[in-house]
């Protein structure tokens, strides 16, 4: 059928076409007959008018082994206009609208094995209706389209294409795209809102190594809605093969108006793809929810969940991304809408530049379910959400900052820095490296396992890298977890309380410049060395800056042994493990200082245990004890009170004093009928220098007997 005018001012109006092939011979297992040809025409300022139309070229019917007759090729050559009632067309082969397409009617079209293809301006003049497109091997939109709605469902989609040259809209319903491969090179965006406002994109495994599904950079999807307190459409894209968008997603909410004054809703964005090999590639992911009206005292509206997930060991790829899902602004009392949450359940790599996630200042969490890396900076923001790596979820990245109320770590190592904010609870596993670069948990620290930091990368840092507990820092409950530090030349600060809650294991500080110690310090022990990197002297060698006490510290199980250049003790020590467990060694390059009114003490805990020892030691500087030393044998009500620790103070320069308050070393007493008391354990002072006792008492005496016991024996002062 071929119509076709010449005349400028000639239209053609049309209600029903149909051509058909005959069907074959009952019988016969022949094919059907071929449909015949629709080409409709006009002069180029002539209209195509569809008016309730069905235009259909469909093959006759086979018999047996037959094949059904071909369909036929449906091209309208000029501007079609859609008047009144629904349009339908239905073949195996092409539809063509080669010009504009404009009409307020619904538009269902089907291809088969053909393509559909608009070329011109649809709903350029007026907004189509609901457009469907049951089925085409393969959709090209080329200029841009708006109608009420638009779908090409999954069911019985595309097996080839879908092409997007031209903005795609709708306004009151939802937007369906179906086909093998996606192309996206052009706007996709509904304002319809809520359940009619989904965005829902089907593909395959795409073809020739493309993307199954691709957005152009520049270009986006976008939701929202046009009636206040409507939450915006979804975004849902699910494929088979990779996903590659280069544009951006979006889903905003719509601010609230002076009758509903709470901004709406944002809509969650979902991306899934299913083959072993599929990747997913995004720049930029945004929901969030709408402002409230001005003057309203009403809430901000919520942001919409992003989640992202490939199959077991595939990545996403965030490339200079910004993913966000955050609330939107209240306005006078009313608060900030909701943050939701974002879930990599995927690997994800860093390309392209830095990449931040946020759920902004308020609710929404943050989850890595695997490992993440890249030579690019991450930042993640959960407000008063958390941010959780699962475990698996490693990190290799040039920069780490991560903030949220509870912050749940793996192993991370950076180029750069890495900094842990937390409101809540900073939970670790495992190490922590950097190549010089500085690491800080700002926040209330649990070690669930043996935390290990190190700011040298394994020696290999130029630079040096300072660590800092801004917080307090703990074992988990009912653990002793260790903690080794590795800054090389940088320092490291505990600012908060350590091991208050449940003390550390052993805490071995393997190289520093400066270590300050802010408030009270419990572990099992306390150790501060560098091992010699020469194998052939062996022993330990000192961090180089200065040790500063400024809160008690107390050992449990082991020893207090420091090597530093210097030794500044404005706090206590003290050892309950006894015997040489309990032993407190200083050794310094430089000055040792003990404040007045603070002490060093070595008495167990337990019943009868001698009591650890303390050796003070330096090459070149003064040793200046203002405060006391103190080492008692623990008391003893089964036998023999425990012995006192003895107690040396060396120092090697000639210039070098050594200056004491009070020393007292003691046995332990015994209150077991007629025990004995402990010894005492000797005292020694031995200085290139003078000796300057400042109004001291130096004791050496045994602990008391009980009954006909002996009390036990002083000891040497030297």
Known sequence: VTIDTTDAAATITISEIITTGGASHTGSNANGGNAGAITLATHADGTITLDDSTITATGGAEDGSGLQGAGAAITFSNAVKLATGSAVIDTSANITFSDTLDGAQDLTLTAGTGYVTFTGIVGGGERLGAVTINQSYRTTISSAFSAASFSQPSVAGGTSLFQLDGDLDTDAGAITISNATVDLNANVTTTAGGANGLVTIHAGSGSKGAPAVSLASGKSITTTAAVAGTTSGAIDINSKGSVNLQGELVTTGVAGDSMAGSGATGGAVTIDTGNSTATITVSDIITSGGAAYAASNTKGGDAGSIALTTSTSRWVELDNSTISAAGGAGDGSGAQGAGANITFDAEVDLVGGASTITTGDTLGTVTFKGSFGGSQDLTVIAGTGDVVFEPGAIGFVSSLSVSGHNITLRDVTTVGTQTYTATGVIDTNSTYISNGADIEFAGATVANSALGIDTTDSGMATTDGNVTFTSTLDSDNGETNNLTITAGGGDISF????????????????????????????????????????????GFLRTTGTLTLSGDMTTSTGLVGILAADIDLDASIRTLAGSTHGNVDLDATGQIDLLAGESITTTAAAEGVDSGGITIYTDTGSVNLAGDLVTTGAANSAG?????????????????????????????ASTLTDGNGGDAGKITFDSGGTITLDDSTITAAGGTEDGSGAQGAGADIT
């Open 495 to 538: 600012n908060g309380l350590v091991g208050d809650s449940q003390e550390l294991g052993t805490v071995w500080i393997a190289s520093a410049h400066d270590v300050t110690i802010d408030e009270a310090f419990k572990a099992q022990s306390y150790v501060q060395y560098v091992e010699n990197p020469d194998p052939d002297e062996g």
């Open 640 to 668: 023999q009170g425990g012995k006192g620790g003895e107690v040396g103070i060396y120092t090697v320069d000639a210039a070098a004093t050594i200056t004491v308050s009070d020393i007292t070393t003691s046995g332990g």
